[in-house]
């Protein structure tokens, strides 16, 4: 079974977690490993480059401590840490080289990626250390995407199809998540949990049977145990339920990690790191149909949006203008609701979002409001089931219920509050529809 095996920051935070990633990735015979940066890194790299962008003076000290970081895992893991520590001195060079010669975005981008780069770096060398056979692929020579920001999937089966077959079949290959090149062959990347987004576009592209996320959580719970007491882990999902649970906040998952998973029928397992052992959750094109209702997650940082036209009734084309809108922005909408007058929709972008009214309010009265998330309850949302979604919103009905969007989807049921709500809803919701689970 071939096998494409990511781990997050977490599991390769420290050299005693690496040791153990090491052993998962002999253990699974993974044919391509896919790290994140060491937990901390991009964090790290990010404020340094917001220090630049706002005009201060290279924060030295900030990189000497994350250099120092990477110098004592090296030392930790590594019997010779020799070919590491020249690794870590030029990084750091051009970390620092770049820092001066700041340039905005590209300039960034190149430092935030170094933190992928030398830890994908590190694991190898230890790999080799260990006896296997281990070759690195930098990935940014394989991904890239267009003028739109989409991957040129094409490309990337066809440079790692050829750097596949020119190993032995053992070859544990190494490589990086979250980094690539944009269209004019600068480095970029693919956004905060893009890596998990990489595996499943490493697994497409060199046609692998699974492709599995390693984090610090059991797999996908039933609700977010950050919030909520005695949830549990769903041991079976379908493609369409996790999309959904990861779109509507679920944070194990990179929500567009599903789409060429299912696209090219590769089960994807969600897997603890610090327990091997555990079942996890298994993805597939088919869920578990034995249970009502599979998870309840949550979206914060939810804008609503709201047009009020007396234009709007019983014309045709409003709906089109108000999204071509949205659409020169490239602003997603999440939610939407409409009636004979008036439009609310809700985005999770708030960066163009005065220009966006501003522009709404030539075809009406337009306004916005932040501080609101999106409940989101996945199951068997069934149409023809009564009383369905009257029983969801019973459990929490001395909630203030803002939009509720039902019916373009048999798998879900998305519910607008006041973010100050969210904790509270998603216990009700909880002690509701999983109590006899």
């Not at 990633?21 to 940066?37: E, G, N, P, R, Y």
């Not at 201060?56 to 930790?76: G, H, Q, T, V, W």
């Not at 998870?295 to 084309?317: E, F, H, P, Q």
């Not at 006041?418 to 009700?428: E, P, Q, V």
């Amino acid at each position: 079974m071939k096998k494409v095996l990511k781990f997050g920051g977490t599991s390769v935070g420290s050299a005693g977690n690496m040791k153990k990633v090491a052993s998962i990735v002999a253990d699974q015979k993974a044919k391509v490993t896919v790290l994140s940066a060491m937990s901390g890194t991009t964090d790290a790299l990010v404020a340094i480059n917001r220090a630049l962008a706002d005009g201060s003076d290279i924060p030295d000290e900030k990189l000497s401590e994350l250099e120092d970081k990477y110098r004592r895992c090296a030392d930790s893991l590594l019997a010779d840490s020799s070919k590491a520590h020249a690794l870590i001195d030029s990084t750091f060079a051009f970390i620092r080289e770049t820092a001066a010669g700041y340039s905005g975005e590209k300039s960034a981008k190149a430092i935030v990626a170094q933190g992928e780069k030398m830890t994908s770096a590190i694991f190898s060398m230890y790999l080799k250390e260990c006896g296997y056979k281990t070759a690195l692929i930098d990935i940014t020579e394989a991904m890239r995407t267009d003028g739109s920001g989409a991957v040129d999937t094409a490309f990337l089966a066809a440079r790692l199809a050829e750097t596949v077959s020119q190993a032995d079949d053992d070859t544990l290959f190494v490589t990086q998540g979250f980094i690539c090149r944009d269209s004019d062959g600068d480095i970029s990347n693919l956004g905060r949990g893009g890596s998990d987004y990489s595996a499943a576009l490493i697994g497409a592209a060199i046609g692998a049977d699974e492709v599995q996320i390693w984090t610090d959580i059991d797999g996908m719970h039933n609700n977010d145990p950050r919030y909520v007491e005695g949830t549990y882990p769903i041991r079976h999902m379908s493609f369409n339920e996790a999309a959904e649970l990861a779109y509507f906040g679920a944070k194990i998952l990179h929500p567009s990690t599903i789409q060429p998973c299912r696209e090219h029928d590769i089960a994807v397992k969600l897997k603890n790191t610090l327990d091997p052992a555990a079942e996890g959750t298994t993805i597939t094109a088919s869920g578990d149909s034995s249970k009502k209702y599979h998870a309840v997650a949550a979206k914060d940082d939810i804008t609503v949006v709201r047009i009020c036209s007396a234009r709007m009734l019983l014309a045709y084309g409003f709906l089109r203008r108000v999204f071509e809108i949205f659409e020169k922005y490239r602003t997603p909408i999440d939610m939407i609701t409409t009636s004979e007058v008036a439009v609310s929709l809700t985005i999770d972008d708030n960066t163009h979002v005065e220009a966006i009214v501003e522009e709404l309010s030539e075809l009406g009265n337009a306004s916005y409001e932040r501080g609101n998330s999106i409940i989101c309850v996945v199951g068997k949302i069934e149409h023809e089931t009564p009383g369905l979604v009257a029983d969801i919103l019973d459990s929490i009905r001395d909630i203030p219920v803002k939009m509720v969007s039902y019916g373009a989807s048999s798998r879900s049921v998305a519910i607008l509050i006041n973010s100050g709500d969210k904790i509270s809803a998603l216990r009700k919701l909880n002690d509701h529809l999983f109590a006899n689970v």
